[in-house]
């Protein structure tokens, strides 16, 4: 029986991170729609897509997908750590925006009226600290 598998799944492009979402989701889905019934159609199509990604022969397709997945998460993931980062940083810095280019700007707290250049434009602006 195990020779039979192997021999089927020879050639297949198998199970990648994103046929794993696509499968987890499809169950939390099901599940949910024990009790919303309109998630039930959506769960089946995740389901169909991600068994079609695993059994697909076409590997450089499912490659592009996977890469697409992986920029997508990977910009999703960047969001909690980047606001936690910015969140340290104003305990002993203002954050200010340049007036022209949107460059933002770390200035140390407590410093008074100061004179701001912008590094990218060059552009000069006063705030205070």
């Known amino acids: 029986m195990k ?6 799944m020879y050639g297949r492009y198998g199970v990648d991170r994103l046929s794993k ?23 089946l199509l995740m389901m169909i897509w991600g068994y ?6 076409n590997h450089g397709a499912r490659y592009k997908e996977l890469c697409v997945y992986e920029r997508f998460w990977g910009k999703v993931k960047k969001y ?6 910015e969140m340290q940083q104003r305990k002993a810095y203002r954050i200010f925006q ?14 008074g009226q100061v004179e701001i250049r912008c590094q ?9 600290t």
């Open 3 to 8: 020779e039979k598998l192997i021999r089927f």
């Open 80 to 85: 909690p750590a980047k606001w936690k980062y």
């Open 98 to 111: 340049c007036p022209s280019c949107k460059q933002r700007i770390r200035i140390p707290k407590g410093r």
């Open 52 to 57: 079609y990604r695993v059994f697909s022969k």
């Open 21 to 43: 979402h696509l499968m987890n989701g499809a169950l939390v889905m099901a599940i949910v729609s024990m009790f919303v019934g309109v998630l039930f159609p959506l769960a």
């Open 120 to 128: 990218k434009c060059k552009t000069v602006f006063r705030k205070r």
